[in-house]
């Protein structure tokens, strides 16, 4: 287990947006814990990590996370703990204003808010993310950027109908100021069952991890990254020079998800109950979850990720459940052919 662990804790269902392609298909507070549960699931944080001799890097998302009462008294909490390193905010940041922005940056310990578009132009974004949230976006962002406190990351999420877009997402970065952007594979979870179309095929994932490193100018045989899940553009602070960082599974390794009702899944799009913070032990989910352990073991795997030479590579067990409604079949976005 390296250090931080990282959790994304989803604090709560709500939500003021209805993307067509998000992973929710409940957006109430229904399952939302009050102030005395929330602090228990703290505590259970804090004492595994006590446990590990390791520290946190918590991502506070949603939902949207700006719409929950206990946001500010939890981040407080949070932010005074011992064993929190970071902490990081995942937003579509329509909410925010002026007092807001004064108000998050009392925690010292909050570092990157992370916001959506899923396109560079609102007819792209908004047939996605809805009429006007283009607009509303752009206005947030650009007072994040006027104050300048926080480090502030574009997350896109590659659908078919948006991928024609990467390409201009770096000037677009570059333009904004933004620090850099994420691009997250699409998984048909909730609503987003429905619009199981926009599915990269392997060539389109391929074709677009290719680009990436042409445009961060990276030479490489894409084999060599094909375990990559996701991927981080980072511009320097400076030259403003593009660096592509990609993210492997964490499934298992170091990180979980914590769901609003204090459920536990491997990761959020992986959707599989793996025990309740609220009643079983962080540390005892971590070392005895058999959804864990088989996802740990490469053996474990089926069709030809079970052969697959590349040993450090597990393919995307999120996309196997979705796809396969098995989580140890073969990714089918995986290119690789021995």
């Given at each position: 287990?390296?250090?931080?662990?990282?959790?994304?804790?989803?604090?709560?269902?709500?939500?003021?947006?209805?993307?067509?392609?998000?992973?929710?298909?409940?957006?109430?507070?229904?399952?939302?814990?009050?102030?005395?549960?929330?602090?228990?699931?703290c505590d259970n944080i804090f004492d595994a990590l006590n446990t590990w001799g390791n520290k946190g890097l918590i991502t506070l998302t949603g939902g949207e996370p700006l719409l929950k009462k206990e946001f500010i008294p939890l981040l407080d909490y949070l932010n005074?703990?011992?064993?929190?390193?970071?902490?990081?905010?995942?937003?579509?940041?329509?909410?925010?204003?002026?007092?807001?922005?004064?108000?998050?940056?009392?925690?010292?310990?909050?570092?990157?808010?992370?916001?959506?578009?899923?396109?560079?132009?609102?007819?792209?974004?908004?047939?996605?993310?809805?009429?006007?949230?283009?607009?509303?976006?752009?206005?947030?962002?650009?007072?994040?950027?006027?104050?300048?406190?926080?480090?502030?990351?574009?997350?896109?999420?590659?659908?078919?109908?948006?991928?024609?877009?990467?390409?201009?997402?770096?000037?677009?970065?570059?333009?904004?100021?933004?620090?850099?952007?994420?691009?997250?594979?699409?998984?048909?979870l909730g609503q987003s069952k429905a619009i199981r179309k926009e599915i990269l095929s392997k060539d389109e994932w391929k074709n677009l991890v290719g680009l990436l490193a042409d445009l961060c100018q990276i030479d490489c045989n894409l084999n060599d990254i094909i375990?990559?899940?996701?991927?981080?553009?980072?511009?320097?602070?400076?030259?403003?020079?593009?660096?592509?960082?990609?993210?492997?599974?964490?499934?298992?390794?170091?990180?979980?998800?914590?769901?609003?009702?204090?459920?536990?899944?491997?990761?959020?799009?992986?959707?599989?109950?793996?025990?309740?913070?609220?009643?079983?032990?962080?540390?005892?989910?971590?070392?005895?979850?058999?959804?864990?352990?088989?996802?740990?073991?490469?053996?474990?795997?089926?069709?030809?990720?079970?052969?697959?030479?590349?040993?450090?590579?597990?393919?995307?067990?999120?996309?196997?459940?979705?796809?396969?409604?098995?989580?140890?079949?073969?990714?089918?976005?995986?290119?690789?052919?021995?």
């Amino acid at each position: 287990m390296s250090s931080p662990f990282y959790f994304q804790w989803h604090i709560t269902d709500a939500c003021n947006l209805r993307c067509r392609h998000c992973y929710q298909d409940n957006f109430t507070s229904k399952s939302d814990l009050d102030w005395p549960r929330l602090k228990i699931v703290c505590d259970n944080i804090f004492d595994a990590l006590n446990t590990w001799g390791n520290k946190g890097l918590i991502t506070l998302t949603g939902g949207e996370p700006l719409l929950k009462k206990e946001f500010i008294p939890l981040l407080d909490y949070l932010n005074n703990a011992n064993e929190i390193k970071e902490l990081n905010i995942i937003s579509n940041i329509t909410l925010l204003d002026d007092k807001k922005i004064e108000e998050l940056k009392e925690f010292k310990k909050l570092k990157k808010i992370k916001f959506s578009l899923e396109g560079i132009t609102p007819e792209t974004n908004d047939s996605i993310r809805g009429k006007g949230s283009f607009d509303k976006i752009i206005k947030s962002f650009l007072l994040l950027k006027a104050d300048g406190f926080f480090e502030v990351d574009l997350m896109f999420t590659l659908l078919r109908s948006n991928l024609k877009e990467v390409p201009k997402i770096f000037s677009f970065a570059k333009k904004m100021g933004l620090d850099g952007f994420i691009l997250e594979r699409f998984i048909p979870l909730g609503q987003s069952k429905a619009i199981r179309k926009e599915i990269l095929s392997k060539d389109e994932w391929k074709n677009l991890v290719g680009l990436l490193a042409d445009l961060c100018q990276i030479d490489c045989n894409l084999n060599d990254i094909i375990h990559l899940k996701a991927f981080w553009v980072k511009f320097h602070p400076k030259t403003r020079t593009p660096a592509l960082l990609g993210a492997p599974c964490t499934v298992g390794i170091d990180g979980l998800c914590i769901m609003p009702s204090a459920d536990v899944y491997p990761c959020r799009r992986l959707n599989i109950p793996i025990g309740n913070l609220l009643k079983n032990d962080l540390t005892d989910i971590w070392e005895n979850s058999d959804v864990l352990f088989a996802l740990r073991k490469k053996y474990n795997l089926k069709g030809k990720c079970a052969s697959c030479s590349i040993q450090y590579c597990r393919g995307c067990r999120a996309l196997a459940y979705s796809v396969k409604d098995d989580y140890l079949k073969e990714d089918t976005q995986c290119w690789y052919e021995e």
